[in-house]
């Protein structure tokens, strides 16, 4: 009796605890991430392989925006790197640019399986603390940099519900980028 | 045995673990462009003297389409450019410019970034050079650099 006591009791509570945990999940809004595609995996049009969809969805636009940036004469004193040649053979600025970014956006939008390892973007916008910043961005060159990434989402068919979720996280990051 | 044996044995063992190490750390940081194809694609830029209208615009990505070794194109017709994406190995900025000089009318210069310009620029571009070198290496060992 005393058994059959101790595994109702167990069995009412994992119940419990498994009902709960379900609802906790379906009350869970999707992140931007996963209305992107998500982590559902896919095949891979360039290099083979499978990708998440998510990020598959974000490196088209980014790979779409990185051209509408460089064609940018404002955007070029902060991406001029972009367009200089490297020896045949050799990793070119566009690959190390495309991966950073699509890494960056893929942690911003609520992906779980990647991760950013540059710098935070208060340093890394800030000539003191990164060399390689050579101005400190104002609001007019960040307009035209999501400018840019809205029109590499058009270019890839986002949804525009998507694309303004997309344009209202890039204006969370403003007032970090922009220093000047 | 003399300590300064043993002591020699300490930091040639310590000297080989850290470059095995290394030599996986940066194999590590390559992997994820040993198959991308973007590893080897340069991006360029025209600069035409004037704007451009749709048409002028199309005509310029023909063109560009004909040429092999470029792989992708997008014109800014507002500020005159034209950025494309191509493989060095296949086709240089200097033929590209070439060639499409010969087939478009529009008068256009090929631009370049000097060395200041190539030392800053967006952080997300920077990497340093030892391990960009070494991503380099890898990169030639496990890819065909000329394939498309």
């Known amino acids: ?180 | 045995m003399k300590p300064i044996i043993l002591l020699m044995r300490t930091l040639g063992i310590l000297l080989l673990l850290s470059g095995i190490v290394f030599i996986c750390y940066t194999y590590y940081k390559a992997v994820p462009f040993i198959n991308d194809p973007k590893a080897n694609l340069q991006l360029s830029r025209i600069d035409f003297s004037d704007t451009l209208t749709a048409n002028q615009a199309k005509a310029i990505r023909a063109s560009l389409a004909e040429i092999e070794g470029v792989q992708h194109a997008f014109v800014n017709p507002d500020a005159g450019t034209l950025v494309y994406s191509h493989y060095p190995a296949v086709v240089s900025a200097e033929k590209v410019h070439a060639q499409l000089s010969a087939a478009v009318p529009q008068p256009m210069e090929r631009h370049r970034v000097d060395a200041a310009a190539l030392a800053s620029g967006c952080p997300v571009t920077g990497e340093k050079g030892i391990m960009r070198r070494m991503t380099n290496f890898w990169l030639n060992i496990f890819r065909n650099p000329n394939a498309l």
């Open chain 1, 1 to 180: 009796m005393k058994i059959a006591k101790f595994w109702l009791v167990a069995l009412s509570f994992a119940a419990i605890l498994v009902f709960a945990s379900c609802d906790k999940d379906d009350d869970k809004d999707p992140t931007l991430y996963e209305k992107l595609g998500g982590t559902e995996r896919v095949a891979d049009p360039a290099g083979g392989g499978m990708i998440e969809k998510g990020r598959l969805g974000l490196r088209s636009v980014v790979d779409s925006t990185i051209f509408v940036i460089a064609a940018d004469p404002s955007l070029s004193p902060y991406f001029a790197s972009l367009l200089g040649e490297v020896g045949s053979g050799n990793l070119t600025n566009l690959a190390v640019l495309s991966k950073n970014l699509t890494d960056f956006f893929c942690v911003a939008t609520g992906a779980e399986n990647f991760a950013y390892d540059g710098l935070d973007m208060a340093a890394a916008h800030d000539p003191a603390r990164n060399p390689r910043m050579a101005l400190k961005a104002d609001n007019a060159s960040y307009d035209s940099f999501i400018a840019a990434v809205v029109v590499g989402a058009q270019q890839n068919s986002v949804p525009s519900e998507l694309i303004t979720e997309v344009g209202a996280l890039l204006e969370t990051l403003r007032t970090t980028v922009v220093q000047r």
